[in-house]
């Protein structure tokens, strides 16, 4: 049996997993709303699609899910990494 990396936030990743998301994009949801300092969103798909955001936006949501790479990442690249 593989190891998990610690879950901050069990419940939060069941849900989504139960919901069809994959283990490492659960992993980061639920740890980012885990964390203070970061602010991911509660809304459940009431917020505004990423196309409407701006760049710097959707740079502070990337960097809240730790995506890689993000500072040199144009707008369409940042919501095609957000989205996968």
Known sequence: MGSR???KNEDTYEELR???YSKEKSARIANAQANEKQLPS???GKAAPYED???DD???RARELEIAGRSKMNKAELISALRS
Do not use: A, E
Request: overall charge positive; proline content about 7%.
């Open 42 to 44: 509660r809304k459940g």
């Open 18 to 20: 139960d919901k069809g």
């Open 53 to 55: 955001w701006t760049r």
């Open 5 to 7: 990396p610690r879950i």
């Open 58 to 60: 959707l740079y502070q």
